[in-house]
């Protein structure tokens, strides 16, 4: 055991606290960003709103992207440091973002040439393309920033420096709160840019972001050292992270992407009911907050007392998760059904829209806490080097239970098919996720290492 690991040593509950509330608190930022969004583009009418619900699920798809380097980071910087290897978990946090930035800049390219097909593909209107493309070409340009920074996550995650992280997290959606009403609707005696405004804000505070997550690493074990990439052989360590990173990339990916095959079946159903979807997915979005702050917190304790073979505190880390993210989605589902109509006039004045929404919420929030369990069941099985398994599960979900419900019940029930196809992916991955993560954590290879 390193002592650099400090989270091989001490209380796990105290652990999963400690570093699961500074994510609260990031991630809570950066989820609000989109209901900001979606208030002021909702200022600007019903035609922009639903443009805005084409573009969500394809922003969230490709920062999931991002999501899955920064895992892959943070899952071999961990584990390096659980061996005790500093210098090696040094060198992999530079060269992984290094990785990151080249990643970005690829995605970044391939989303301004081809983003008129890919949004024909969903069945956008010529009219809501012209909305899309206003936003998603600075965006696209400006994507690079983006993984860069969640590429320096990585690195700060796999020490346990959560609370660096969130600092980052908060820079960015600062920016935003602020410049969104200015750049968007205008602002003492400034017009605003309409729907682009909301994505030069979005490039602001990615640039910000990036700013403040440089001046931190600064101050760790691992700060920014290029020099470290001219030590040694760079094919290993970036296998090593890619193995990691590639998997938990698509995974993370898989969810945005059903997300956005379902948009496009809703389509079918009208204007109102995709912009309803897309107002109360935000609201589902920021709803998760907690479980997405856990499902990053759990790599860092598990992969570290992985490297140092600790797997008993690896086991009771998955379990404690397991238990917080079942009571904590039920008591959500509640809340979100109670107040749904609430929620829904504070997005729109249309009814047609605020019924969808409704729908959406009574319908579907009922599988958040499933939707828990896979995601933080997928953290801690990056953080082993298990990532095959949480893209197998996550393509379960979506391939094999989301899409071919909405798909088959979607003629008779309309867009409560939808709905209730999410539902049911949701409770069922959530079952699968609790008993591959179980099996895996108290598995021969465990019992095998520690003999």
């Known amino acids: 055991m390193s002592e650099n690991a400090k989270l091989t040593r001490g209380s796990i509950p105290g652990h999963l606290v400690s570093q699961t509330l500074p994510a609260i608190v990031g991630v809570a930022a950066m989820m609000s960003i989109g209901i900001v969004d979606a208030y002021y583009i909702g200022q600007l009418g019903s035609a922009e709103l639903a443009a805005v619900a084409f573009i969500f699920p394809i922003s969230v798809a490709l920062a999931s992207l991002g999501v899955g380097v920064m895992v892959g980071i943070a899952s071999v910087v961990a584990r390096a440091l659980g061996e005790g290897d500093r210098d090696k978990a040094a060198r992999r946090a530079n060269l992984g973002i290094v990785l990151a930035v080249g990643f970005g800049a690829v995605i970044g390219l391939l989303l301004f040439a081809f983003h008129g097909p890919l949004f024909r593909l969903m069945n956008a209107s010529p009219a809501q393309l012209e909305l899309i493309e206003l936003y998603i070409r600075p965006y696209a340009l400006g994507f690079p920033l983006l993984i860069a920074n969640m590429g320096m996550s990585g690195a700060l995650r796999g020490q346990g420096e959560a609370r660096r992280t969130s600092t980052i997290n ?75 990173a590639a998997p938990a990339a698509i995974s993370n990916a898989i969810n945005p992407i059903g997300l956005s095959v379902l948009t496009a079946l809703l389509a079918r159903e009208g204007a109102d009911a995709v912009a309803g979807f897309g107002a109360a997915g935000r609201v589902q979005s920021f709803a998760v907050v907690p479980l997405l702050a856990l499902s990053g917190a759990i790599g860092g304790i598990v992969g570290q007392n992985w490297g140092a073979r600790q797997f008993g505190r690896a086991r009771q880390a998955a379990l404690y998760s397991g238990v917080f993210c079942i009571g904590w989605g039920l008591a959500m589902a509640v809340v979100l059904v109670l107040a749904d109509g609430w929620l829904a006039r504070l997005f729109t004045d249309d009814p047609a829209i605020a019924r969808e929404f409704e729908r959406y919420l009574t319908i579907a929030s009922w599988g958040y806490a499933g939707f828990g369990l896979l995601i933080v069941g997928n953290g801690a099985l990056n953080a082993i080097d298990k990532s095959g398994f949480a893209l197998l599960q996550s393509c379960a979900r979506v391939f094999l239970v989301m899409l071919p419900l909405a798909w088959v019940v979607g003629a008779g029930w309309g867009s409560d098919a939808i709905y209730a196809a999410e539902l049911a992916a949701n409770v069922a991955g959530g079952a699968l996720a609790s008993f591959v993560v179980w099996k895996l954590l108290r598995g021969p290879r465990a019992e095998a290492v520690l003999a």
Request: proline fraction near 4%.
């Open 170 to 244: 908060i820079t960015y959606a600062v920016t935003n709160w602020v410049l969104n009403p200015i750049l968007i609707t205008g602002a003492f005696g400034f017009e605003g840019f309409g729907i682009a405004g909301s994505a030069y804000a979005t490039l602001t505070g990615w640039a910000l972001g990036m700013v403040v997550a440089v001046v931190l690493m600064r101050g760790t074990l691992l700060p920014i050292d290029l020099s470290l990439l001219r030590q040694g052989r760079l094919l290993e360590p970036a296998g090593a992270i890619l193995k990691v």
